[in-house]
């Protein structure tokens, strides 16, 4: 696409190719010729062009008022301390009053309008916390034209359609605070603070298998338990409630274009990988609605896809498409990529974090689970057509059926499968699995509730106080 928004007369000018005749045409008019004739509208290209242009001119106007990188993404020390200070009073509180839980994840949040947050310095040139916010909000980087194409059912199928990664969503302060929390909550399901299902933490008996988990919304079976529940949501177990901080992180990328406002998660799982972690081929059951997201902590890592993945060896794993996931980033799962494609984390060469936010189908909602005020009615910063993402423009929340053209189609059929049955036969026959030590079942995605029984000990007697 030309990056020259000027549109040149037939009949003059018409080998400036670079648009100067119709620069100095327009220079020649005063503001209220030119807002009469920008009034009189334009052909949907030459809008698009327009309004890119007009993002550009303010984006650089922006960054000239901004303060140097570093400053403007400091988030406030203070904040940090009272936070730490407020977690230490609710943990305490806890132990008198189990009645009050929900107070004990009251984790730092970010500024109340999602921006930069932090007080105020003396150096911010007068911006306003919305100037502030969308200096931030233009330097978003979009990755939405991921391609990779398989034959599958005789046909060519981009295979990663529908994946979307935004980086630098939450800069490194942000990043620290975010992290910090993560352990704290940790801390916290360690100590049996937490309920029985929201902490996993299961013995590492081999390579890649026992990284720790932490489930909040709802309580997610992985494979068929001990009390034969099938996988998918347990809708009679309960976990703790989507932690503050993690609201905060959902408000940002509501109102930053990165998730869209018709599909707010209200959900999340957070996996704390050690060296050699991983997590296996698999797709996200269909309980949960598309798109989901996976925010990504503390080291960058490859994320693989492809219709079929192989397993090489312990947390080893072989694909066709290979995606970074930078710190701090967004990875948006949607379509094809979501439903059609697997997906896998080969073992990661040191610590990471990650939290994959999800929307619970409302067929499958937990029977005590209860709507979030703080979640409802979330709205866009910025109603603008060349910021909408594809997945923005499909207000139906469903899962497959909604974004192939073909309806319950033999994907469909073939991925619903797979939810029960993991892993798929494209990847390996049963008679290969059963000498494979290394085959997918509870110990890659952790069992629930699989801390020591002593913290499961220490919680119920807790909640009997």
């Known amino acids: 696409m030309s990056k020259d928004v000027t549109r040149k007369p037939t009949n003059s000018g018409a080998g400036d190719g670079n648009g100067k005749v119709g620069k100095r045409l327009l220079k020649t008019l005063e503001q209220e010729e030119l807002l009469e004739v920008l009034s009189e509208?334009?052909?949907?290209?030459?809008?698009?062009?327009?309004?890119?242009?007009?993002?550009?001119?303010?984006?650089?106007?922006?960054?000239?008022?901004?303060?140097?990188?570093?400053?403007?993404?400091?988030?406030?020390?203070?904040?940090?301390?009272?936070?730490?200070?407020?977690?230490q009073n609710d943990s305490e509180s806890i132990k008198k009053r189990p009645d009050q839980r929900e107070t004990v994840l009251c984790l730092s949040p970010f500024s109340q309008n999602d921006g930069l947050g932090g007080v105020s310095s003396t150096a911010d040139n007068g911006l306003s916390e919305e100037q502030k916010e969308l200096i931030r909000f233009l330097k978003i980087g979009r990755k939405k034209d991921f391609v990779h194409i398989e034959r599958i059912d005789g046909k060519a199928i981009n295979v990663l359609r529908g994946l979307e990664l935004h980086t630098k969503v939450f800069n490194t302060e942000e990043q620290k605070e975010i992290v910090e929390s993560v352990y704290k909550l940790q801390r916290m399901g360690q100590k049996g603070l937490l309920r029985e299902q929201t902490?996993?933490?299961?013995?590492?008996?081999?390579?890649?298998?026992?990284?720790?988990?932490?489930?909040?919304?709802?309580?997610?079976?992985?494979?068929?338990?001990?009390?034969?529940?099938?996988?998918?949501?347990?809708?009679?177990?309960?976990?703790?409630?989507?932690?503050?901080?993690?609201?905060?992180m959902i408000k940002r990328m509501v109102r930053w274009h990165i998730l869209p406002p018709t599909c707010i998660p209200n959900s999340c799982i957070v996996n704390i990988y050690d060296e050699g972690d991983c997590i296996p081929p698999h797709i996200d059951h269909h309980d949960f609605l598309r798109p989901f997201c996976t925010v990504s902590f503390l080291t960058e890592c490859?994320?693989?896809?492809?219709?079929?993945?192989?397993?090489?060896?312990?947390?080893?794993?072989?694909?066709?498409?290979?995606?970074?996931?930078?710190?701090?980033?967004?990875?948006?799962?949607?379509?094809?990529?979501?439903?059609?494609?697997?997906?896998?984390?080969?073992?990661?060469?040191?610590?990471?974090?990650?939290?994959?936010?999800?929307?619970?189908?409302?067929?499958?909602?937990?029977?005590?689970?209860?709507?979030?005020?703080?979640?409802?009615?979330?709205?866009?910063?910025?109603?603008?057509?060349?910021?909408?993402s594809p997945i923005e423009q499909n207000s139906r929340q469903?899962?497959?059926?909604?974004?192939?053209?073909?309806?319950?189609?033999?994907?469909?059929?073939?991925?619903?499968?797979?939810?029960?049955?993991?892993?798929?036969?494209?990847?390996?026959?049963?008679?290969?699995?059963?000498?494979?030590?290394?085959?997918?079942?509870?110990?890659?995605?952790?069992?629930?509730?699989?801390?020591n029984s002593g913290n499961r000990a220490r919680f119920t007697r807790l909640r009997q106080l």
């Not at 052909?43 to 140097?68: G, R, V, Y």
């Not at 406030?76 to 301390?81: A, D, T, V």
């Not at 489930?215 to 347990?234: E, L, M, R, S």
Request: charged share 20%.
């Open 41 to 87: 509208g334009f052909c949907k290209q030459c809008a698009s062009l327009l309004e890119t242009h007009i993002f550009n001119l303010i984006h650089d106007k922006l960054d000239h008022m901004s303060l140097s990188s570093d400053s403007t993404e400091v988030l406030s020390s203070e904040h940090s301390s009272a936070s730490d200070a407020s977690l």
């Open 199 to 248: 902490y996993s933490e299961p013995r590492k008996w081999m390579r890649g298998k026992g990284r720790v988990t932490m489930q909040f919304g709802c309580c997610y079976n992985y494979a068929v338990d001990k009390n034969g529940n099938p996988p998918g949501i347990i809708r009679d177990e309960e976990v703790d409630p989507l932690p503050p901080m993690f609201k905060q």
């Open 302 to 388: 490859n994320i693989l896809f492809g219709s079929s993945l192989k397993i090489v060896g312990p947390g080893e794993f072989s694909g066709p498409a290979s995606i970074p996931l930078p710190v701090g980033s967004v990875l948006i799962l949607n379509g094809n990529g979501a439903d059609v494609a697997k997906h896998c984390v080969p073992a990661v060469p040191t610590k990471r974090i990650s939290i994959t936010f999800r929307k619970m189908d409302d067929s499958k909602l937990p029977y005590k689970f209860s709507p979030d005020p703080e979640l409802m009615g979330i709205k866009p910063m910025v109603n603008s057509p060349s910021n909408k």
């Open 398 to 451: 469903k899962p497959l059926s909604s974004y192939s053209p073909t309806a319950k189609s033999a994907f469909q059929q073939k991925n619903q499968n797979r939810n029960n049955k993991v892993p798929s036969d494209d990847t390996e026959t049963p008679s290969q699995l059963k000498n494979n030590s290394f085959i997918i079942e509870n110990d890659d995605f952790p069992p629930l509730g699989s801390s």
